[in-house]
């Protein structure tokens, strides 16, 4: 891999911003209960495995115009700044030896937060269990916060909390106290991040995925605001004011100063802001995991999301096919939320927040539930409605123009399509619940999506519906079995229900917009070939690319392997507003072409599944 690089230089000097990421955050100074500091020592058996560069162009680790290539220096800077352990009490208690020369000379912060596996559910002992926050990085006016998993267990891990004991890094006895991470789940996560952040949904992203002899890895995360809800729900619950008050203040200022939360009105409470523009974010956010089937298991405690309702950590986050209603997680002593489930924890979520509101602005802490009636619970309900018939009519294909005049001018014929649209959309299968390696599901039987894509294909032919056997074998998913695919008098009715308000909406959007009828429908055939592609990433095909990527990576120049990473990412780019720019056309390698089409195989094949 040495061959394409340049002689290494000096880290420091050709790269200078990863020196800024040394364990120092503000959030530590200013919420100082908030974490617990862990020094660390570098580790000298890592190898960058990835490397985001559009990222790191974003957050100023780069240049802008530099290449999507490593070289020795910056590589060096890479495992200079990430490729560390911490060293924790087990180390401490049984007096590991540690070079002094590899002992870093800033802590490094695990915050805490609540987590509803820990015993008492007021998140004294829960936060970071295997991971530090690296730190934050300014660059033209946007602050990145940093963090790294896969950096050794910490004591606000589940199973210190269960077995009372502190835990050696690596250990074998529990799986949520070895303090590692998998290389295949890094690289998973960053196929899912990358092309989740491309398509509109918030999330973090990952920077970089190193590579260890020991076969893990740590991966490198960053967001434009860690925090996530559960860093304000432990001080909520054990009624610590001054911890609250220093954990919103840290949040606001943030968001003030990124750009992305207007400074208040004179005299407005930030406080009062602060629940409403989270009742707004999650509701956004509610209705993008239904619309786009992503299953991030959102409970109230909000461990599993950021404050601005930002994906976080991909260990249990999906991207189903199909709208599979009913799959549950099995994390051993509870099982996780469904899909439809997760509105419900969203608008708690909001409700939390609201208690919250309440205990800053008053000193007093108000039952959860005499808030059931708050004005942000209102806030978050409209924004969840508006969101979720928007992108159903994305999905459908209409340009977002269209989208907001039938909104505002056609809301009974859009609430007439989404009751045709759900029908097909929750249909299970006849078979019943079937246990799947991680929990238990009951198959969807159709694809909306396949339906969306290619009716349109056939009404520009004959703009009629299509009959009733044409109708399913386009929308019937391969879990559909005999007894799914019988073509009922019920399922002709809706057929027909789906159909026709399909084609009222093109016949609507033609009437507002002054467009012609077919014009339109060209324009819905084009968009919605894209929107629901054949060929789309569920979290089953990003375990399949990431174990095809792993195989790849050994025999793959560092070049071509990040050009393979970047080319099967934009194919994943969906929504037409965001497809990227075209590239150079430089010739591509036929490894690249060959590797390409073999991951692309492993998404196709997993598109219905979860």
Known sequence: MGAERRAAGRPDADYPAFARLDGRHPFRDAVPEASVLYRARRRHDGQVAWFNFALAREMGLVPHGHPDRLNLTLERAILRTFCLVIVNEWDLAHGTRVDPRDLLPHPYMATRYLQLQHPGRRGTTSG??????????????????????????????????????????????????????????????????EAFHRNGIATERVLAVIALADGFAIVVRAARNLLRPAHFFAPLKQGNARWLRGVAEHWLAREEANGTLAPPPGGRSGYRRLAEAVAVRFGRTAAVFEREYVFCWLAWDGDNVLADGGIIDYGSVRQFGLYHRAYRFDDGPRWSTTLPEQRRMARLIVQTFAQARDFLLTGRRPPRSALARDPVLRLFDRTFSTWRDRLLLRNAGFPPGTVEILLRREPALVRRFDRAHGYFERARSARGPVPVPDGLTWNAIFSTRDLLRELPRHYLEAPRPVPLRTFLRLGLSTYAGREDRRPTRVRRERAAAFQQALLGLVRAAARHTGVAFQEVLLELARRSARINRFARLTGDGAVWAARKLLRLRRRLPSEQFHALIERFVDDQVLVPERRPRARAAAPEAPDVRRALTRLLAAVESNRHGL
């Open 128 to 193: 970071d269990g295997r991971g530090i926050w690296n730190g934050a990085l300014t660059h033209r006016g946007v602050t990145w916060d940093v963090s790294s998993n896969g950096t050794g267990v910490t004591r606000l891990c589940p199973a210190t909390a269960e077995t009372g004991r502190f835990l050696r890094t690596a250990n074998r006895v529990a799986s949520y106290g070895c303090g590692t991470a998998a290389l295949e789940d890094g690289l998973a996560a960053a196929l899912m991040s």
